[in-house]
């Protein structure tokens, strides 16, 4: 079913469109968007809108900066809060460059591209995120802080989760643009919330996981909080985290599905799993960007530390929930939701073709908590950790041309630079924990 332009412009009018965001992201996933009058709307459905690139961080050379935004139709979505100067609607673009080609340091356009590599051999991506987040309160400034009242924990039903109303609201309004909300509950930490919806291809998904965060944000602001998708907010408590399920389709039917195969995984989903885990420590810089990122993935939570598969346990990095059948899947468990989705799902996949192509052998599934194996038992049974920290990360996906080519030279170069001057700020810092340690007693 095919939207068109003409539709679009029906519907805006019918739903009362003053406004229209239009929508793209940075190399670090952060949403960047162009407001237009429904009056320049046609123009901007022709791709006809132009803007100046240079001033967005990762994009441009100054002499190359005239982009074009190219809206995808089926994004087309009411924004459904009440503004005094009328409604405003959304569209999510790719963008163009002065040529007329996808620009290679668009994130949308290079999962796109990574994607059609996948469909020459058959397959679609399916992707469903599990994001989960803090809500602070605010204190009379209107900062952030890191309270929250709410002393719930996993699954708590309120009065205790003070979280729920916030929740529903933020559910609702997700359904109202059209999210398939699948659950949401508390999360183990106090002020921690999941919320999940259902899977779709790999571009929806990143898609749905901007706007997932921008509504979350949102709703958290009109309750007068802050929600955070910040990886690891509080010491010693959970952080959060964006286990990525995912599943290869080919013609209609789940790739990974194999009713005769052992453990009902098809070669497809071993030789896949065995690329997500031998690219691991590759990919971590894109999954896991941040220098907080690497504090979440450390032992004693839910976080994955070490590099191996299991149908049961939830340590590893990569389980397989139980469903078989058309929900067969891998869960990626160490993607953070400060990650840009499109840049994550590129490199998973990737991880995930190379395995396929190379027929890379997952090893034996690691059935038992790996936090209690000794550092020479995990050496005997070959396991690997993921790296301790983003510069560890950099130099990882430094030397895996695989998962360079997943992001493309244009983007590779320009996350690579951006990374390390972020890693060279922090090391520098003088931290608390150094204080604390060293200042009597030296
Ligand atoms: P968990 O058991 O880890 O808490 P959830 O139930 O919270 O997992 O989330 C499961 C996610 O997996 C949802 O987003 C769901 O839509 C998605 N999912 C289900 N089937 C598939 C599939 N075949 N491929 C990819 N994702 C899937
Ligand atoms: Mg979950
Ligand atoms: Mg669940
Ligand atoms: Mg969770
Ligand atoms: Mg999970």
Request: aromatic share 10%.
């Amino acid at each position: 079913s095919k939207i068109t332009k003409d539709a679009i412009l029906e519907k805006a009018k019918e739903l009362n469109v003053k406004f229209v965001k239009l929508q793209f992201t940075d190399v670090f996933g952060t949403t960047k968007n162009v407001a237009i009058p429904v009056e320049q709307l046609e123009k901007a459905l022709d791709g006809d809108i132009m803007f100046d690139g240079s001033s967005i961080e990762g994009f441009v050379r100054i002499e190359e900066s005239d982009m074009y935004l190219k809206p995808d139709l089926t994004t087309f979505s009411l924004i459904p809060w009440k503004s005094e100067y009328g409604n405003v609607a959304r569209l999510i673009c790719d963008v163009y460059d002065s040529n007329g080609k996808p620009f290679a340091g668009c994130p949308r356009c290079n999962l796109k591209r990574v994607i059609k590599e996948a469909e020459e051999m058959g397959f679609t991506m399916n992707a469903g995120p599990e994001a989960e987040f803090y809500l602070f309160e605010r204190d009379e400034n209107g900062f952030p802080t890191l309270n929250s009242k709410d002393k719930g924990g996993y699954f708590d039903l309120s009065p205790i989760d003070l979280g729920d109303e916030v929740r529903r609201a933020m559910v609702t309004s997700l359904q109202g643009m059209g999210f398939e909300i699948e659950a949401s509950h508390h999360e183990v930490g106090e002020g921690q919330h999941e919320i999940d919806f259902k899977y779709a291809d790999a571009v929806t998904t990143a898609d749905n996981i901007l706007t997932f965060k921008f509504v979350v944000r949102k709703i958290a602001m009109q309750y007068g909080l802050h929600a955070t998708f910040m990886p690891k907010p509080i010491f010693a408590k959970a952080g959060s985290g964006m286990h990525v399920h995912q599943s290869l389709f080919k013609k209609n039917k789940n790739a990974f599905y194999d009713a005769n195969a052992k453990y009902q995984l098809s070669k497809t989903a071993l030789y896949y799993i065995g690329g997500l885990l031998s690219h691991a420590r590759g990919y971590a810089a894109v999954t896991n960007p941040l220098v907080n990122s690497y504090k979440r993935l450390v032992p004693g939570y839910e976080a994955p530390v070490y590099i191996a598969w299991s149908e049961k346990n939830r340590s590893p990095l990569v389980r397989i929930p139980a469903r078989r059948g058309v929900g067969t899947r891998a869960e990626l468990r160490c993607p953070d939701p400060s990650c840009n989705p499109y840049l994550a799902l590129a490199v998973t996949l990737k991880a995930g073709i190379d395995g396929i192509r190379k027929k890379t052998d997952p090893g034996e599934p690691v059935n038992l908590n790996i936090y209690h194996l000794t550092e020479q038992q995990k050496s005997d049974m070959g396991i690997k950790s993921l790296p301790a920290n983003l510069s560890e990360a950099l130099d990882e996906l430094e030397a895996d041309e695989i998962i360079k080519s997943a992001l493309g030279p244009h983007i590779y170069e320009n996350y690579m630079v951006a990374k390390r001057i972020e890693w060279d700020e922090y090391r520098s810092q003088v931290h608390k924990w150094e204080i604390e340690n060293y200042l009597s007693i030296y």
